[in-house]
């Protein structure tokens, strides 16, 4: 299945999150690392971007929803999954495909804050410029985009397209708009 234009190719995404583990191994060297991937976009990502960090790591998942159409995002997040590990003085490092609106992230952030981790950033594939409606604070930021709709890398439309292994910009067609 293909998806309109490619945005980023397969190649530029394997590189940047070659980066991006690079740097987390480096900032968190000495350290241990609870890596927690923001089901379900998130699942390539961090599959790709956790075998390139070469300090030791453990992996916990999160399952959020935000309500609303398949193409806006609402501001209300659901918690669909919460983590199985406790993260009360641990390193962790959220890991998502997209940052949007930032309302998702933002939630996120204020509800493990809670639980008072020694420290909580966030590595993010994709984020998309000039829409926030919330200050985000990415540390690992893969790639900065528009405001066009993306899908693949595990990014969905109507659930499809997560399996592509690029990012692409859903034509007017495939949005069935047209
Ligand atoms: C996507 C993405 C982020 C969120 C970002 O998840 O994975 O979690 O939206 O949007 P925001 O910055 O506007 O809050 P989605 O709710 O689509 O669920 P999914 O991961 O299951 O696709």
Redesign the pocket.
């Given at each position: 299945m293909e998806a309109g234009r490619v945005l980023i190719s397969e190649e530029e995404i394997a590189h940047r999150l070659k980066e991006m583990g690079d740097e987390i191994s480096r900032d968190y060297r000495g350290e241990r690392l609870l890596v927690v991937g923001?089901?379900?976009?998130?699942f390539m990502v961090m599959a790709d971007l956790a075998r390139h960090i070469s300090i030791p790591v453990e992996f916990d998942f999160m399952a959020?929803?935000?309500y609303g159409s398949s193409t806006k995002?609402s501001g209300v997040v659901r918690i669909l999954k919460d983590l199985d590990e406790e993260i009360a003085g641990r390193h962790v490092l959220l890991v998502?495909?997209?940052?949007?609106?930032?309302?998702?992230?933002d939630y996120m952030l204020r509800t493990l804050r809670l639980r008072n981790p020694s420290s909580i950033e966030l590595a993010t594939l994709l984020l998309k410029e000039g829409v926030q409606r919330v200050p985000v604070e990415a540390r690992y930021v893969g790639f900065r985009i528009g405001p066009e709709f993306v899908v693949g890398y595990g990014l969905?439309y109507d659930q499809l397209y997560r399996n592509l292994p690029y990012v692409g910009v859903l034509d007017e067609h495939s949005l069935g708009v047209c």
């Open positions: 923001v089901l379900r976009g998130a959020v929803s935000s995002t998502e495909d997209i940052v949007d609106s930032g309302l998702t992230l969905d």
